[in-house]
């Protein structure tokens, strides 16, 4: 059935025909569709990157893309960690400025980064 999402785009979707259909269908309504979703996503890591100050990558659009995610989620979930070295974090990431760093680096991150954050901060590790 085709789903008429909020931000104005259609999509056609596969929906069983059941009593909840219907309902589904109004629920899918609320929302904005998966493209709109993405963007949205892409935008708000863009903006709350650069809130906490870390500065743009270079490389393909795919890839910046792709890294500013990877560097936003390793930073979030460190600073929840690790709340008093934010200022170390935001530096040891600024440092790293391409986004194919990020990309091949995806894995261990917590490695590189966690002990980057503590020679920045002085740390013995
Ligand atoms: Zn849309």
């Not at 059941?18 to 709109?36: D, H, I, M």
């Not at 070295?85 to 440092?95: F, K, Q, S, T």
Request: glycine share 8%.
């Amino acid at each position: 059935m085709t789903v008429a999402y909020s931000c104005g785009h259609t999509e056609e979707r596969k929906v069983y025909r059941t009593r909840q259909a219907g309902f589904l269908k109004s629920c899918l309504e609320e929302r904005v569709c998966k493209a709109c979703f993405r963007t949205l996503e892409e935008h708000d890591t863009f903006t709350s990157s650069r809130a906490i100050g870390l500065p743009m990558l270079s490389g393909t659009d795919k890839a910046v893309r792709w890294a500013y995610a990877l560097r936003y989620k390793w930073i979030m979930g460190f600073i929840g960690l690790n709340p008093t070295l934010r200022g170390e974090a935001v530096d040891a990431c600024g440092r790293r400025r391409s986004a194919s760093w990020w990309i091949d680096h995806r894995y261990h991150l917590d490695d590189e980064m966690g002990s980057n954050v503590l020679e920045t901060a002085a740390i013995p590790f």
